[in-house]
């Protein structure tokens, strides 16, 4: 049984930042990986980042450099952290968790940038 819970959404300019935060319910050494997912409207849903138990961190190619996937083990979260904000960011943000073969996602953070 894992909770997690998006916060950090809203509106920003482009070019702006936001800082995305996902709490777990359980702590976060014990989840085996941990990702941000991203949807629009009329599109797929599409991974963003992820990180595992061991630290390895990953990012889709479009986005590296701009985005930023980070954890504090003490706090039970894990970050996103995004700069340069485009319009094409706007979308639905996830988080999801696996933990012992189980799948569990939160409900979602909206992110809109202005143009």
């Known amino acids: 049984q894992v909770q997690l819970v998006e916060s950090g959404g809203g509106l920003v300019q482009a070019g702006g930042s936001l800082r995305l935060s996902c709490a777990a319910s359980i702590g976060i050494l014990n989840i085996n990986w941990m990702g941000w997912y991203r949807q629009a409207p009329g599109k797929q849903r599409e991974l963003v980042a992820d990180i595992t138990s061991g630290g390895r961190t990953n990012y889709a190619d479009s986005l590296k450099g701009r985005f930023t996937i980070s954890s504090i083990n003490a706090k039970n979260e894990v970050y996103l952290q995004m700069s340069s904000l485009k319009p094409e960011d706007t979308a639905v943000y996830y988080c999801?968790?696996?933990?012992?073969?189980?799948?569990?996602w939160g409900q979602g953070t909206q992110v809109t940038v202005s143009s």
């Open positions: 999801r968790a696996i933990v012992a073969l189980r799948d569990y």
